[in-house]
């Protein structure tokens, strides 16, 4: 009978000690998610930061170029009628 006490005795500490392990190996993988999620939504923020940014872009360029070409409009000679 003490044979079995012990031996179940034994096998409660091991339990308990692999719990323990688990419940810091759980913790130490919850603060890496954390620092993946928050990473993740940097990374969000920039993505969406650039795609405005390029939209700014192209829209300076179309302004550029539509205001070059009303220059260039303006440097023609008037046309020749055909009458």
């Given at each position: 009978?003490?044979?079995?006490?012990?031996?179940?005795?034994?096998?409660?500490?091991?339990?308990?000690?692999?719990?323990?392990?688990?419940?810091?190996?759980?913790?130490?993988?919850?603060?890496?998610?954390?620092?993946?999620?928050?990473?993740?939504?940097?990374?969000?923020?920039?993505?969406?930061?650039?795609?405005?940014?390029?939209?700014?872009?192209r829209?300076k360029?179309?302004?550029?170029?539509?205001?070059?070409?009303?220059?260039?409009?303006?440097?023609?000679?008037?046309?020749?009628?055909?009458?």
């Amino acid at each position: 009978m003490w044979k079995k006490l012990l031996s179940l005795g034994a096998r409660f500490w091991r339990i308990a000690e692999e719990n323990e392990r688990n419940r810091t190996q759980l913790e130490a993988m919850q603060t890496e998610m954390q620092s993946m999620w928050r990473a993740m939504d940097a990374l969000a923020f920039e993505v969406q930061r650039l795609k405005e940014t390029d939209a700014h872009e192209r829209e300076k360029l179309v302004l550029r170029l539509e205001n070059e070409l009303l220059k260039f409009e303006r440097r023609l000679p008037p046309g020749k009628s055909k009458h």
